[in-house]
């Protein structure tokens, strides 16, 4: 029986030929194919691994009061789970929205991922470590922590043509703020597929739509690995 898991978050990205700049005219546009509620735009901390020259651009989001919904960083754009959603319902908006942002930039995709996060609550601790670990034991004295990840990649079909996509997954121990000692320990599993950067490589829009068609059952099949089926 599959352990028992809490889908946290949710994360859709595309990587695109051209660096995309901050213009307030090209934020406005953006707010209304995001949301409904009102968007606050955002300068980041510049972290991008891209030299650029002083001030040329600038990496920017959007926003509510709450919690970000989406993030540009040079030629990277990230959109953000914020209601409940199924992992498919997330990834068929996540299209549906980064196709229209796409027609509105100009731009063209080199790269996409899907990366959800899950926690499983300490209950459930020793049943995972007996899926993950094949020693976890140090003179009767069970493993208390850990940190790992997990790298694999694999042949998958986009659209009728093979690809390689990578399935990677950061696996830990966190703390859960304001819960008793013995409740404030959870299993947190960020996962992230993602296709392989191939240099030149341009996703078509069908591309891109039969990527975030199929994904979420690469996403559940790999997810079975560390929480059992």
């Not at 051209?18 to 194919?33: G, Y």
């Not at 992230?192 to 240099?199: H, M, V, W």
Request: glycine letters at 2%; one cysteine or more; aromatic letters at 14%.
């Amino acid at each position: 029986m599959a352990i028992e898991k809490q889908l946290l978050r949710m994360r859709g990205t595309v990587f695109t030929d051209s660096l995309i700049s901050f213009d307030e005219n090209k934020a406005e546009q953006i707010k209304s194919v995001l949301s409904g509620e009102p968007l606050y735009t955002v300068l980041l901390q510049n972290l991008s691994n891209v030299f650029l020259p002083a001030q040329a651009f600038q990496d920017w989001g959007l926003r509510t009061p709450k919690t970000s919904v989406l993030e540009i960083r040079a030629n990277k754009i990230d959109i953000f789970s914020t209601t409940e959603q199924t992992e498919s319902d997330f990834c068929d908006t996540f299209a549906n929205k980064i196709s229209q942002i796409q027609n509105l930039l100009n731009f063209k995709i080199r790269r996409l991922a899907f990366a959800p996060s899950y926690s499983i609550k300490a209950e459930h601790y020793r049943d995972f470590i007996e899926i993950n670990f094949k020693k976890s034991m140090f003179q009767d004295i069970l493993m208390q922590d850990f940190s790992f990840s997990r790298v694999f990649y694999k042949n998958e079909l986009i659209n009728g043509s093979n690809y390689e996509i990578i399935y990677n997954s950061n696996i830990s121990i966190q703390p859960i703020a304001f819960t008793p000692f013995n409740e404030n320990r959870q299993i947190l599993i960020n996962q992230d597929i993602n296709t392989k950067d191939l240099g030149k490589q341009i996703f078509t829009k069908e591309d891109s739509a039969a990527f975030y068609r199929n994904v979420p059952l690469w996403n559940e099949n790999y997810l079975k690995m560390f929480v059992g089926e």
